[in-house]
């Protein structure tokens, strides 16, 4: 079984920054992709960044220019720098680890989500 661990959520005030960490544990070969998404109150769940286990990175278009995200493959563990914060971007993020091997030859790759932490903008 493979979990997945987020922390780095609070409140904070418009202007400032966060940065949310997510690392994978259990099981684990390889992991193709590592992102965050959020969901606020009564809207759907979003992407917010991506990164491939190459280094391929993709961005809401809200977020572009404001938000880093960063991989450590070696640690399982996906960092996602939030600066100029908004209070739009108040919302629960998640991590998710999309095709997760567990050994080499592992044709049934699995898709994980964490639960969630907390990010607050307001002033």
């Known amino acids: 079984q493979v979990q997945l661990v987020e922390s780095g959520g609070g409140l904070v005030q418009p202007g400032g920054s966060l940065r949310l960490s997510c690392a994978a544990s259990?099981?684990?070969?390889?992991?193709?992709?590592m992102g965050w998404y959020r969901q606020a109150p009564g809207k759907q769940r979003e992407l917010v960044a991506a990164?491939?286990?190459?280094?391929?990175?993709n961005y809401a278009d809200s977020v572009k220019g404001r938000f880093t995200i960063s991989r450590d493959n070696a640690k399982n563990t996906v960092y996602l720098q939030m600066n100029s914060l908004k209070p739009e971007d108040t919302a629960v993020y998640l991590c998710?680890?999309?095709?997760?091997?567990?050994?080499?030859?592992?044709?049934?790759?699995?898709?994980?989500w964490g639960q969630g932490t907390q990010v607050a903008v307001s002033s």
């Open positions: 990164v491939t286990s190459d280094g391929s990175t």
């Open positions: 259990g099981t684990i070969f390889s992991i193709n992709t």
């Open positions: 998710n680890a999309h095709g997760v091997k567990r050994f080499w030859r592992d044709y049934a790759p699995d898709d994980y």
